[in-house]
């Protein structure tokens, strides 16, 4: 399984293309009644492909796929029927001619999305699905502080019970922690539980910090938000990579591409600092001009990485610890190398033929400027209230920071609003991790979650939490 270190709020979001030529009768869509029309519909083609996907067969996928797309990946449908558990139909809603659209829910969260299709002569037919705020009719009630985190316990409690939950969660409110306990194991061989300070391996919430290091280094004016890749790094390979600038590598709107795949399962354990993903990656051409599209980028953050080293003179790790953990006070976070046995740091378990194995083959050799360290609850929360206070930026730049800049992202945070309440963060999510971090300013309020189990385990316990928690502004 290799490792995908990007957050995923709705587990995937996933875009088919499905290829039906208009014109071949011999290779007639479903209708709704079962009958067969040698003109293709759009809500029927949806319909199809909602049966196969639910039924969780490969089979029937792949009779799907040989109908309407010898394109489509069944394995990637295969994984996210197993980690939604499938998509329960709520309605269809009014669409043109050609079109048709449904609202369907996770069978095993309450992630609600939209699956929009479009029939069009001549051009293959498009499916997405795209994660969406709940329809006003549809919301869950609001509930008191108190209710909501009874809410969020009892659920971790049952999840727990079923070996389906492992992990912290952490609630503070201002100055309040409201809720921090513990549940699971942290070594299922070695009978260890999960305490509250055990280490978390968090994915691409390092992101975060890799953000407020570059930040850092253009309020000093050795960066500029504005300078490229070519600039920092001279004689950098690829010279469409190299005109990317800052801006665009903290929004992923730079192109440079990701770290995962192949090449990485092939070189994992020899890829040791940031110049030797530079060395492995550098010449590449980007996935698109820079700042014209935008696409989730690991090794555009591994970029940055390697710009904080070149301009502050210091290994990036030497300078997240001095520059950004000493001063929130987190003692407990950190990158080591996965040869080093870090004192209370979780195994990772990810789930195989049913059962949770270690995740230990799929780690990189040690975390990047993109992901892989480690972190308790209490540190990101520190890290939270250390951003707040201004002692790793300043308010202007961290509002800058943390407001919308590009789709759902500002530099280095996701960005976006619970019925119109803003809020910032980042999540993780990998073989053996899942955590993240939201934080709501207006309201005081930090929600933490930290596991060693696969995504969606920590999304799906924290999104259960706040779409029930209160969202009138305290009074101070």
């Not at 002569?121 to 209710?147: C, F, K, T």
């Not at 993240?436 to 189990?453: D, H, I, K």
Request: hydrophobic share 40%; with cysteine; glycine share 10%.
């Amino acid at each position: 399984m290799p490792v995908a270190a990007m957050t995923r709020t709705f587990s995937l979001l996933l875009a088919c293309c499905l290829s039906l030529p208009m014109s071949a009768p011999s290779r007639p869509a479903p209708s709704v009644s079962g009958e067969e029309s040698t003109t293709p519909d759009a809500r029927a083609v949806l319909d199809a492909w909602l049966e196969a996907f639910n039924s969780g067969e490969r089979a029937r996928m792949e009779a799907f796929r040989d109908r309407h797309q010898p394109k489509m990946d069944v394995d990637r449908l295969l994984g996210f029927r197993a980690e939604t558990g499938g998509l329960a139909l709520i309605r269809h809603e009014p669409a043109d001619e050609g079109k048709a659209r449904a609202l369907v829910q996770e069978r095993d969260g309450e992630t609600i999305a939209r699956i929009e299709i479009a029939l069009v002569p001549g051009e293959p037919v498009q499916l997405r699905i795209q994660r969406i705020e709940r329809p006003d009719d549809l919301r869950i009630p609001r509930l008191s502080q108190a209710e909501a985190i009874d809410a969020l316990v009892a659920k971790a409690d049952a999840d727990a019970a079923k070996d389906a939950f492992s992990g912290v969660l952490l609630v503070a409110q201002d100055g309040d922690v409201l809720l921090h306990r513990a549940w699971g194991l942290a070594d299922r061989e070695a009978g260890t539980p999960v305490a509250l300070d055990t280490k978390f391996r968090i994915g691409s919430m390092n992101k975060m910090f890799t953000a407020v290091a570059t930040l850092q280094l253009v309020q000093a004016g050795k960066l500029s938000l504005d300078g490229t890749v070519g600039q920092y790094l001279p004689g950098y390979p690829n010279a469409g990579v190299a005109q990317a600038t800052i801006r665009q590598l903290l929004t992923h709107t730079g192109g440079a591409g990701d770290i995962f795949g192949p090449e990485f399962d092939q070189h994992r354990l020899s890829l040791r600092t940031h110049d030797d993903y530079v060395r492995l990656y550098g010449t590449r051409e980007p996935t698109h001009p820079p700042g014209q599209e935008q696409r989730y980028s690991n090794y555009g953050f591994v970029l940055l990485g390697a710009i904080i080293e070149r301009v502050s003179g210091e290994s990036y790790h030497d300078y997240m610890a001095n520059n950004v953990f000493v001063p929130a006070g987190m003692r407990d976070t950190g990158s080591e190398p996965e040869t080093v046995a870090v004192p209370g740091r979780a195994h990772g378990y990810m789930r195989k033929d049913g059962a949770w194995v270690d995740a230990g083959e799929t780690l990189p050799w040690r975390g990047t400027a993109a992901g892989g360290g480690y972190s308790t609850a209490n540190d990101l929360l520190k890290f939270a209230r250390a951003l707040q206070a201004g002692t790793l930026l300043s308010p202007a730049l961290l509002a800058e920071a943390t407001g919308r800049q590009a789709s759902g992202y500002g530099y280095g945070f996701a960005s976006g609003e619970d019925e119109g309440v803003a809020f910032h963060g980042h999540g993780g999510g990998a073989a053996g991790m899942n955590a993240e971090l939201r934080v709501y300013p207006a309201l005081g309020r930090v929600v933490v979650g930290v596991s060693n189990l696969d995504p969606p385990v920590m999304e799906r316990m924290l999104s259960y939490y706040m779409l029930r928690m209160p969202l009138d502004m305290p009074s101070r």
